[in-house]
């Protein structure tokens, strides 16, 4: 079983920028591929952004590419969404996710965390 925590959300100006992080526990950590997602108010959950085990491949989705970079540290089990230039479309919450099973699918998910871009 593995538990995932985020954290670094908060409201911050359009234009600004936020360092996400998630904090995995277990010992496998540095073989799973993770991934962000985001929920807006009344709209479904979206992909954001996924990293390979290695953290050698990345690949994001078209409304956040050039803005957004995902990364990890496997020595510390936490993953990374460095968040630049926001817009408050971006406003959402924030949730990781582990151990991809299928396209877009994944394992474990984290209780998420609340990010609100003010224009």
């Known amino acids: 079983q593995v538990q995932l925590v985020e954290s670094g959300g908060g409201l911050v100006q359009a234009g600004g920028s936020l360092r996400l992080s998630c904090a995995a526990s277990?010992?496998?950590?540095?073989?799973?591929?993770m991934a962000w997602f985001r929920r807006a108010p009344g709209k479904e959950r979206d992909f954001i952004a996924h990293?390979?085990?290695?953290?050698?491949?990345?690949y994001y989705s078209d409304s956040v590419k050039g803005r957004f970079t995902i990364s990890r540290d496997n020595a510390k089990n936490t993953v990374f969404l460095q968040m630049n230039n926001l817009k408050p479309e971006d406003t959402a919450v924030y949730y990781c996710?582990?151990?991809?099973?299928?396209?877009?699918?994944?394992?474990?998910w984290g209780q998420g965390t609340q990010v609100t871009v003010s224009s």
């Open positions: 996710a582990a151990d991809r099973r299928d396209y877009r699918s994944y394992a474990y």
């Open positions: 990293i390979i085990s290695s953290g050698a491949y990345t």
């Open positions: 277990g010992r496998s950590f540095s073989t799973y591929e």
